[in-house]
């Protein structure tokens, strides 16, 4: 087989066989194939695209590429949770813990952040002392006594998704359905759940701005899941704005606190409520989702919600005294609003450039080398529908430095559209696949 065939093959609109895909994903993991003709291969299928059989055929090549991890350890169905990315998304560190004392085993591999704002794993480390290094052993024995644990990626799991993901970046092919789709799946087979649930991000701050489009991510992620028996639902979702009202990690984490107390911001809430549910439901712990709501609604308000995020900080060497005084954590030297000097109701928040504000002040990482400042942040004081009055506050910055707060003051403000006509608020659960 010789990868110029498989090349032209491509760029003619025709289908690749299994043993082709499996030789060209085979051979770039191995090295044995080079960047440039990888590149150009990303690029055919980019714009002709794969069909149902090659994308199933793609990610398990890319799942086999490494180590498949072995949770039958584990009492019960494990049910993961996967989110396509957004600004601000908090959701793990409550969905988590609420479906942990639900009865669903949580075995979570989680990745740190690049660009925006952290990871889970970054957040989890505002928890002074949390370690995220498990080993499988540990991680399996901490999931049948807690139903929670939260680990690092082991550097081996779908490592030809790891140099693939890599390369299209740099090579405009990231957004192409069928990539995106198998890149996602092959680590979330490969992490070894039974179930999973993925949360489909759509608007301004997601890879796919168009509704239509993420329906359709949506489909083709539920269809590979099904077809590697595993009971895969999608739920499509929102990121025209940033979720709840901080962005930032230590500030995530107070508000994941927040949350667990049932206190925090009404769609970061709805949200972890709609996850969880559908997480219940696969994991065999309710018969349909509204009385999986009920049993989520009731951990929250009887504080056991709170207690499981406890408990995961302590058994994973953080100190707990942390969630019960989060102002313990770290805090930035500058706390500044935003101040508006505009009047009208808000029509869109661009996710993206809080993301990059948030990235400016340190919160994020430009680089994988880069150290993340836990402490800083962007707590948003109006969402989407809001009224905001001249000199009233639209966002509160953590800083520590001034320079730093003035750029990210600047791209707040440009982030934020304010328009004279009255706006509705936005419908944050777009649908079901
Ligand atoms: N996230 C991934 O892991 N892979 C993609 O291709 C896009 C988003
Ligand atoms: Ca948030």
Same mark, same amino acid.
């Given at each position: 087989?010789?990868?110029?065939?498989?090349?032209?093959?491509?760029?003619?609109?025709?289908?690749?066989?299994?043993?082709?895909?499996?030789?060209?994903?085979?051979?770039?993991?191995?090295?044995?194939?080079?960047?440039?003709?990888?590149?150009?291969?990303?690029?055919?299928?980019?714009?002709?695209?794969?069909?149902?059989?090659?994308?199933?055929?793609?990610?398990?090549?890319?799942?086999?590429?490494?180590?498949?991890?072995?949770?039958?350890?584990?009492?019960?169905?494990?049910?993961?949770?996967?989110?396509?990315?957004?600004?601000?998304?908090?959701?793990?560190?409550?969905?988590?813990?609420?479906?942990?004392?639900?009865?669903?085993?949580?075995?979570?591999?989680?990745?740190?952040?690049?660009?925006?704002?952290?990871?889970?794993?970054?957040?989890?480390?505002?928890?002074?002392?949390?370690?995220?290094?498990?080993?499988?052993?540990?991680?399996?024995?901490?999931?049948?006594?807690?139903?929670?644990?939260?680990?690092?990626?082991?550097?081996?799991?779908?490592?030809?998704?790891?140099?693939?993901?890599?390369?299209?970046?740099?090579?405009?092919?990231?957004?192409?359905?069928?990539?995106?789709?198998?890149?996602?799946?092959?680590?979330?087979?490969?992490?070894?759940?039974?179930?999973?649930?993925?949360?489909?991000?759509?608007?301004?701050?997601?890879?796919?701005?168009?509704?239509?489009?993420?329906?359709?991510?949506?489909?083709?992620?539920?269809?590979?899941?099904?077809?590697?028996?595993?009971?895969?639902?999608?739920?499509?979702?929102?990121?025209?704005?940033?979720?709840?009202?901080?962005?930032?990690?230590?500030?995530?984490?107070?508000?994941?606190?927040?949350?667990?107390?049932?206190?925090?911001?009404?769609?970061?809430?709805?949200?972890?409520?709609?996850?969880?549910?559908?997480?219940?439901?696969?994991?065999?712990?309710?018969?349909?989702?509204?009385? *999986?709501? +009920?049993?989520?609604? %009731?951990?929250?308000?009887?504080? /056991?919600?709170?207690? !499981?995020? =406890?408990? &995961?900080? #302590?058994?994973?060497?953080?100190?707990?005294?942390?969630?019960?005084?989060?102002?313990?954590?770290?805090?930035?030297?500058?706390?500044?609003?935003?101040?508006?000097?505009?009047?009208?109701?808000?029509?869109?928040?661009?996710?993206?450039?809080?993301?990059?504000?948030?990235?400016?002040?340190?919160?994020?990482?430009?680089?994988?080398?880069?150290?993340?400042?836990?402490?800083?942040?962007?707590?948003?004081?109006?969402?989407?529908?809001?009224?905001?009055?001249?000199?009233?506050?639209?966002?509160?910055?953590?800083?520590?430095?001034?320079?730093?707060?003035?750029? *990210?003051? +600047?791209?707040?403000? %440009?982030?934020?559209?304010?328009? /004279?006509?009255?706006? !509705?608020? =936005?419908? &944050?659960? #777009?649908?079901?696949?």
């Amino acid at each position: 087989m010789r990868m110029y065939d498989l090349i032209m093959k491509k760029r003619n609109g025709e289908e690749l066989s299994t043993e082709e895909i499996n030789f060209f994903v085979d051979g770039y993991t191995k090295g044995e194939i080079p960047d440039y003709q990888v590149s150009a291969l990303m690029m055919a299928i980019y714009f002709q695209k794969m069909n149902k059989r090659e994308t199933a055929d793609l990610t398990k090549a890319m799942v086999n590429s490494g180590e498949v991890i072995d949770l039958s350890g584990i009492e019960g169905k494990k049910v993961d949770k996967h989110s396509t990315g957004g600004v601000g998304d908090t959701t793990t560190l409550i969905v988590g813990p609420i479906v942990a004392a639900a009865g669903v085993p949580v075995a979570k591999m989680s990745g740190r952040g690049l660009g925006h704002t952290g990871g889970t794993i970054d957040k989890l480390e505002s928890f002074e002392g949390f370690s995220v290094n498990l080993p499988i052993e540990k991680f399996i024995q901490n999931v049948n006594e807690r139903k929670i644990a939260i680990a690092g990626q082991t550097a081996n799991l779908a490592p030809a998704d790891k140099k693939l993901y890599a390369l299209r970046d740099v090579t405009a092919t990231v957004d192409n359905m069928s990539l995106i789709a198998s890149s996602i799946m092959s680590k979330k087979i490969a992490s070894g759940a039974d179930a999973i649930v993925l949360d489909v991000k759509t608007g301004s701050g997601a890879f796919m701005k168009k509704e239509d489009d993420s329906f359709e991510l949506a489909k083709e992620m539920v269809d590979i899941g099904t077809h590697v028996g595993r009971n895969t639902v999608a739920v499509i979702t929102d990121m025209d704005q940033p979720l709840g009202f901080a962005v930032g990690n230590a500030l995530e984490v107070k508000e994941a606190i927040e949350t667990l107390k049932g206190k925090g911001p009404k769609d970061l809430t709805e949200l972890c409520l709609t996850l969880g549910s559908y997480m219940l439901v696969l994991g065999d712990k309710a018969k349909d989702v509204k009385e *999986a709501r +009920k049993i989520l609604e %009731d951990i929250i308000d009887s504080g /056991k919600g709170l207690e !499981k995020l =406890k408990e &995961l900080v #302590k058994a994973q060497g953080g100190d707990p005294k942390f969630v019960d005084d989060p102002s313990l954590m770290p805090a930035p030297s500058i706390v500044e609003s935003v101040i508006s000097n505009e009047e009208g109701y808000v029509k869109g928040i661009k996710a993206d450039d809080i993301g990059r504000a948030a990235l400016v002040l340190g919160a994020g990482r430009e680089t994988k080398e880069s150290e993340i400042d836990l402490s800083v942040g962007i707590v948003l004081h109006k969402k989407i529908g809001d009224f905001v009055k001249k000199g009233e506050a639209i966002a509160t910055i953590y800083a520590n430095d001034g320079e730093k707060q003035e750029i *990210a003051t +600047k791209m707040i403000f %440009d982030a934020y559209e304010i328009v /004279k006509e009255e706006i !509705k608020a =936005k419908q &944050l659960i #777009k649908g079901i696949v």
